[in-house]
C-alpha cells in the first residue's frame, strides 16, 4: 500500500496554517499497517489510525489536546483497489488518479482526525448512515444493524437536539483494531469481533453516537476531565436506550456494569487517585492508560444525580440541549457545565445543592472510592431478579438440581447471561464438583452463544483449574485474535497453573496476531518487556521462551481484577 500523503490543518477558517507530512512508517505509534494476513479477508493489506488520546501527535503536526480546535482538509492518493475513508466529508475523488480529498468544516480537536484505507465496501443503511467493511463481512454487518441506525439518531435528536456532523457512517475494522469503538465524527471506526454479539453492538454505537453531542461536538478541555465526554455520553447512550428498548433493558446494562465498577473499586481500594473524576496526571503520563471503569460509570452516576436533582428527566434533557448549544464546537471544564447547571435551575443554586452534606460537587469530582450515589434501577428487577436467583441457587450447600433446572439460559438476552456469569465468578474458587455440574448444564450451550458469553464462562473455567474444559479454551484462542478477548484469558492463565498451557497456545496462534497484541501476550507470559519493537508477522522473531509453572493460591472475592475488560476505549 502507498504511503504518501499530504495533509492540511487548518487553526482557523482561513487556512493560517499548513502542515504537510509525506511518508508515514510504520514505527509510527497510532498508525496500524496491517499485512493482508491480519485483515477479515486476508487478501489485501489495511491501514488505519487511532488518535485516542494523545497519539495523532505521529500521524500528522499538531498542538495534541483536547483543549485545541481547529478545521482540516486532506488529499490522500493510494493504489488501485484501495478506498480511503476519513473522519470528515468527502468532497472529491479521482478515479484516474486514484486520489480522494476530504474537509472537516466543524473544528475539532487532533484526536478526532482519523483514516483508515483498505478493500473497503458499503451498504445504504438509511439516508444519512452507510455501513463500511471488507466484503466478506459486510453482509454480516448490515444484517446486525438493519435500519436501526436512523431510528437511534432521530431518538437522539428528539433528547439533545440536532446531529451536528451531518453523516453518520460505521466502519468496521479487523480484529486488530486495539479498541472496541472510537467515535470519530461522520465516521465511528468499531471491532468487527463486537459482531458476535447484537446486544453489545447496539450499546457500542449508541454510546459512540452520544458521542456525537458529547466529546465531539462539546470536549473535555483537559484529559483530566474525561469524564464530561463519557459520563455524559454514557448517560446520553443509557437515555436513548431507555426511549428505544425501555427501562428494564437499560437498568439490566447499566447493573452489569456497575457491578463491574464495584470489582475495579475492590481491586484498586476506596483510596486510589484513579477513581476520582478530576485525575491529576503526572508529567510524561499517556491518558489513555488511566482511563477506566470510572471515567464511565462513576461519571455517569454524577450526571444521573444532577438529573435527579431536577425532578424531572425531561427538565434535564432541557439542560443537555441547552449546554450543547451554548458549548458546541468548544471544550469545557467541569466548572463551566456545573455553573450552566445551576444558571439553568436557580431554584437548586438557591437552595445550595452543590455543598448538600455528604454529595458536594467538588465530592464528587475529587473524592477517591466509588460513586457517592447510585440511580434508581428497580426497573430492571424483571431480568435482574431471575440472573441473582440462579446464582443463589448454584451457591447453595449442594446445589438443587431440580430448581436449576428451571431455568433456561437460552432464553435469556445476552447482558442476562454475562451478568450470570460474571456473578458465578465472583464467587470463585468453587468446587470441582460444582464446576462439573456447571459444565455438564452449561458447557453446550455457551459453546453456541456469542464471544462475550464464552469468555465469561471460561474464564471460571481457568480461575476454577477445571481441566476438562481446556479444549474449549484453546478453540477459542485459535478463533478470536483481539486484543479484547485475548489478554483477559492470558492474564487468567497465567495468574493460576495454565501457564505452559497458554505458552502452547501462544506460540500455534501468534502469526495471526498483530505484533502490538503479540509482545503483549509475551509480557504477560514471560514478564519481560525486553523484545524487539520490528516483529513483522513472522512468529519465528518470538522465540519460545520456556515458561515457568507458578502456582497462585485463589485470590479471595473482592481482589482480584474485573472478569472481563470491557470499556469502549480499551488501549
Known amino acids: ?86 473522519s470528515a466529508s468527502r468532497t ?64 437522539a435528536e428528539d433528547l439533545f437536539g440536532p446531529y451536528l456532523w451531518g453523516r453518520y457512517d460505521i466502519v468496521f475494522l479487523p480484529p486488530s483494531f486495539p479498541i472496541v469503538a472510537m467515535e470519530n465524527p461522520c465516521l465511528t471506526f468499531i471491532i468487527s469481533s463486537i459482531l458476535e454479539s447484537r446486544e453489545f453492538l447496539l450499546i457500542d454505537v449508541i454510546h459512540e453516537i452520544a458521542h456525537g453531542w458529547f466529546g465531539n461536538a462539546v470536549t473535555n478541555a483537559t484529559w483530566e476531565e474525561m469524564w464530561l465526554s463519557e459520563g455524559l455520553a454514557t448517560y446520553a447512550q443509557r437515555r436513548i436506550t431507555t426511549k428505544a428498548y425501555g427501562e428494564a433493558f437499560t437498568c439490566l446494562e447499566t447493573v452489569f456494569r456497575l457491578d463491574a465498577l464495584h470489582r475495579q473499586m475492590c481491586l484498586l481500594g476506596d483510596n486510589n487517585p484513579v477513581s476520582k473524576l478530576q485525575v491529576k496526571f503526572e508529567p510524561g503520563i499517556n491518558p489513555s492508560s488511566l482511563m477506566n471503569l470510572f471515567t464511565y460509570e462513576k461519571g455517569f452516576c454524577f450526571v444521573s444525580y444532577l438529573s435527579q436533582l431536577c425532578g424531572d428527566v425531561k427538565r434535564f434533557d432541557s439542560f443537555l440541549r441547552a449546554y450543547i448549544e451554548q458549548f458546541k464546537f468548544s471544550s469545557v471544564v467541569a466548572q463551566d457545565l456545573l455553573n450552566l447547571f445551576l444558571g439553568f435551575f436557580p431554584e437548586l443554586k438557591e437552595s445550595c445543592v452543590a455543598q448538600r452534606e455528604g454529595l458536594e460537587f467538588e465530592r464528587w469530582l475529587n473524592g477517591c472510592g466509588p460513586p457517592l450515589c447510585e440511580p434508581d434501577l428497580s426497573a430492571g428487577g424483571v431480568l435482574t431478579g431471575p440472573v441473582q436467583n ?182
Not at 465472583?426 to 455438564?440: A, C, F, I, K, N
Not at 492470558?490 to 502469526?511: I, N, P, R, S, W
Open 390 to 571: 440462579l446464582c443463589d441457587l448454584w451457591a447453595s450447600e449442594p446445589p438443587d438440581p431440580a430448581a436449576i433446572s428451571n431455568f433456561n439460559l437460552s432464553s435469556w438476552s445476552t447482558f442476562q447471561t454475562v451478568l450470570f456469569l460474571d456473578r458465578l465468578l465472583d464467587r470463585s474458587p468453587l468446587s470441582h464438583e460444582v464446576m462439573g455440574q456447571l459444565s455438564g448444564c452449561y458447557s453446550a450451550q455457551l459453546d453456541e452463544m456469542n464471544a462475550e458469553v464464552q469468555i465469561r464462562w471460561l474464564q471460571i473455567v481457568v480461575r476454577n483449574s477445571f481441566y476438562p474444559d481446556l479444549p474449549r479454551i484453546r478453540g477459542f484462542l485459535h478463533k478470536h485474535t483481539s486484543r479484547m478477548y485475548t489478554v483477559p484469558l492470558y492474564e487468567d492463565l497465567c495468574a493460576g497453573v495454565m501457564k505452559c498451557f497458554a505458552a502452547e497456545v501462544f506460540y500455534q496462534t501468534q502469526a495471526r496476531l498483530h505484533p502490538n497484541l503479540r509482545r503483549t501476550l509475551h509480557q504477560i507470559l514471560f514478564q519481560t518487556s525486553a523484545l524487539p519493537t520490528n516483529t513483522g508477522s513472522d512468529p519465528s522473531l518470538l522465540p519460545p521462551t520456556p515458561p515457568v509453572p507458578q502456582t497462585h493460591p485463589q485470590e479471595p472475592p473482592g481482589a482480584r481484577r474485573p472478569p472481563h475488560y470491557w470499556y469502549y476505549h480499551t488501549t
Open 1 to 86: 500500500m502507498g504511503r504518501g500523503w499530504v495533509f492540511q490543518h487548518d487553526n482557523d477558517p482561513k487556512h493560517t496554517a499548513r502542515a504537510t507530512k509525506e511518508w508515514l512508517r510504520k514505527k509510527h505509534l497510532k498508525i496500524w499497517w496491517l499485512d493482508a494476513e491480519l485483515t477479515c479477508g486476508q487478501t489485501r493489506p489495511l491501514v488505519f489510525t487511532q488518535g485516542h488520546s494523545v497519539c495523532n501527535r505521529s500521524f500528522f503536526p499538531c498542538f495534541d489536546t483536547p483543549a485545541v480546535k481547529s478545521t482540516y482538509t486532506a488529499t490522500v492518493r493510494v493504489p488501485d483497489g484501495v478506498t480511503v475513508l476519513m
Open 92 to 155: 472529491a475523488y479521482s478515479k484516474q488518479d486514484r486520489v480522494f480529498q476530504f474537509s472537516m468544516e466543524y473544528p475539532v480537536p487532533a484526536y478526532l482526525v482519523a483514516l483508515v484505507a483498505g478493500d473497503l465496501q458499503h451498504v445504504d443503511i438509511g439516508p444519512r448512515s452507510r455501513v463500511w467493511a471488507e466484503p466478506c463481512i459486510l453482509t454480516c454487518a448490515v444484517s446486525k444493524l438493519g435500519g436501526s441506525v436512523e431510528h437511534w439518531l432521530n431518538v
